[in-house]
């Protein structure tokens, strides 16, 4: 079992830097895949990054690969989303997620766990 916390998430303007975390509850959060999804009102969840158990793999959805980037530490269980460049377009409310899959998947399907998630809006 695996408990996730997200916050950071808040109102920023178009060009400005968020950083989102994700606290994660488990012995066995080293083991597991984390990803970041979000949703936007009247849409689907959508795949933003995921992170590879050791941190040394990553994969970005092409609508934030290089402004976005996804870290962890797993000694303090946690998973970071340093998010540059905002766009209006980025608002969302923002999930945190675990799966024992590769870190290539982004089917929101395939993840187990899943944080409360935390709103992020960004103005033009």
């Known amino acids: 079992q695996v408990q996730l916390v997200e916050s950071g998430g808040g109102l920023v303007q178009a060009g400005g830097s968020l950083r989102l975390s994700c606290a994660a509850s488990?012995?066995?959060?080293?083991?597991?895949?984390m990803g970041w999804f979000r949703q936007a009102p009247g849409k689907e969840r959508e795949f933003v990054a995921a992170?590879?158990?050791?941190?040394?793999?990553?994969y970005y959805a092409e609508s934030v690969k290089g402004r976005f980037t996804i870290s962890r530490d797993n000694a303090k269980n946690t998973v970071h989303l340093q998010m540059n460049s905002l766009k209006p377009e980025d608002t969302a409310v923002y999930y945190c997620?675990?799966?024992?899959?590769?870190?290539?998947?982004?089917?929101?399907?395939?993840?187990?766990?899943w944080g409360q998630g935390t709103q992020v809006t960004v103005s033009s």
């Open positions: 992170i590879s158990w050791s941190g040394g793999n990553t």
């Open positions: 997620a675990a799966t024992g899959k590769p870190a290539r998947t982004t089917n929101p399907t395939r993840y187990n766990y």
């Open positions: 488990g012995r066995t959060f080293s083991s597991y895949t």
